[in-house]
């Protein structure tokens, strides 16, 4: 499906990055949080960078997930050069032309943009300034899943390589180096901006509205322009789906094209048939994470049991943390033991726990809290196995 663009928040981020509004610190940074799935990279690429590049921004966008198995301080250093090195040939190109006077930009000739980021290269920050000059308008990166920068040494250093290039290249009312960072998780997110040594201390993380009323209305307007005889959908049964599909389009567009198709095999109106597929859905989900955190270790669970209950305040092995696993699982837990069960979070596929440079973790989907909360409430904590028997320990 082509996306539906949101022109007008894309907007107002470009206004803000530019430091055009009297409120606010996007121009020192833009730290934007939204759930998995719910369109962060899409309105990324799709309505932020367009409207940057419109206003004479040059745009570098990289996305930290987009392989996991790659170093995040190469990924961020490689993308600077990939767009250096396009600039650069435009510049070796004019020199040929005008000769090597002509060139604007001291020492261009000799930059090697493969090198960027390493100890004998450009430093990102030159990096940076180098493409400022050579596209001689301010530039904007664009780090999607930023928090993953701090699973890697390089990555950490790469976020206060980014911190320092900002203070150096940007003066009050002229921002030469606008900073978009982006994450599906506020608690990951936040390290890069809480602590005193954090890289952007004292930054502001912001939820990006997740998608809403207005593209349910062009949804509902798509499906009515199409399907005369369904006039009028139901906009307020197709907001609660979406809202159960937890604001997530790709789920909630293959359900709508099952209950519309025509094999759907249902009478009457399909706005029922869609609620009842976004129950489904999340029912699924559950089921999925319950399954998951069954199929784990005893040693394994309660660790995880033990993050799920402290969130940003977890410590895997102080006194309290070896105390909640020994009291959960009936026997002691050493340091050693804890720590090869976080070690073995950390190597599933897909992985269930995140760990930073620094040691400090953190599940790896921000839903299992959502979750693991809703399960309290209800008093459903923790799962049982539809046996009813206990998994044999095996380590
Ligand atoms: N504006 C949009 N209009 C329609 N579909 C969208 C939109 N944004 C996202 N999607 C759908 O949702 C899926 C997930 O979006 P994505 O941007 O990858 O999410 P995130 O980066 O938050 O994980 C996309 O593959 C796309 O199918
Ligand atoms: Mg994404």
Request: charge should be neutral; glycine fraction near 6%; charged fraction near 20%.
């Amino acid at each position: 499906m082509i996306p539906y663009r949101r022109t007008q928040l894309a907007d107002e981020m470009v206004q803000a990055l530019q430091g055009r509004l009297l409120l606010g610190d996007a121009h020192n940074g833009l730290f934007l949080a939204a759930p998995r799935r719910t369109g962060k990279s899409t309105f990324l690429q799709a309505d932020l960078a367009p409207a940057l590049r419109q206003a004479g921004v040059e745009v570098v966008y990289v996305d930290l997930w987009a392989d996991t198995r790659r170093d995040p301080g190469t990924l961020i250093a490689e993308a600077i050069a990939r767009a250096l090195q396009a600039h650069l040939g435009l510049v070796a190109r004019t020199a040929k032309k005008a000769g090597v006077k002509a060139v604007k930009l001291a020492g261009a000739l000799d930059i090697d943009t493969s090198r960027i980021g390493q100890i004998d290269g450009l430093t990102l920050v030159d990096a940076l300034r180098s493409l400022q000059q050579a596209a001689d308008s301010p530039v904007a990166l664009i780090i999607d899943e930023a928090q993953h920068a701090l699973t890697s040494e390089a990555g950490e250093a790469a976020m206060t390589a980014l911190k320092s290039a900002r203070d150096q290249m940007n003066q009050p009312g002229q921002v030469s180096l606008m900073l978009v960072m982006s994450g599906s998780d506020r608690d990951k997110l936040l390290r890069l901006v809480v602590s005193a040594g954090a890289p952007f201390y004292g930054s502001q993380i912001q939820a990006l509205p997740p998608l809403d009323t207005d593209f349910i209305a062009h949804i509902a307007h798509l499906v009515e322009a199409q399907r005369p005889d369904l006039l009028p959908v139901d906009r307020a049964a197709l907001q609660q789906a979406f809202a159960a599909f937890g604001h997530r389009p790709q789920f909630f567009m293959a359900a709508m094209g099952a209950v519309l198709s025509p094999l759907a095999g249902h009478t009457g109106r399909f706005e029922p048939a869609l609620l009842q597929a976004a129950q489904d859905q999340q029912a699924q989900d559950q089921a999925q994470m319950a399954s998951e955190y069954l199929g784990l270790k005893p040693t394994e669970q309660v660790v995880l049991w033990r993050m799920l209950d402290q969130g940003p305040r977890y410590r895997p092995y102080d006194a309290e943390a070896l105390r909640f696993y020994r009291d959960h699982l009936g026997r002691p837990v050493s340091v050693a033991q804890a720590q090869k069960a976080l070690d073995a979070l950390r190597q599933r596929t897909p992985a269930l726990v995140w760990k930073s440079a620094h040691g400090e973790y953190a599940v790896e989907d921000a839903a299992m809290h959502r979750w693991f909360q809703a399960r309290v409430a209800a008093g459903q904590w923790p799962p049982e196995s539809p046996q009813g028997l206990l998994a044999l320990d095996g380590d």
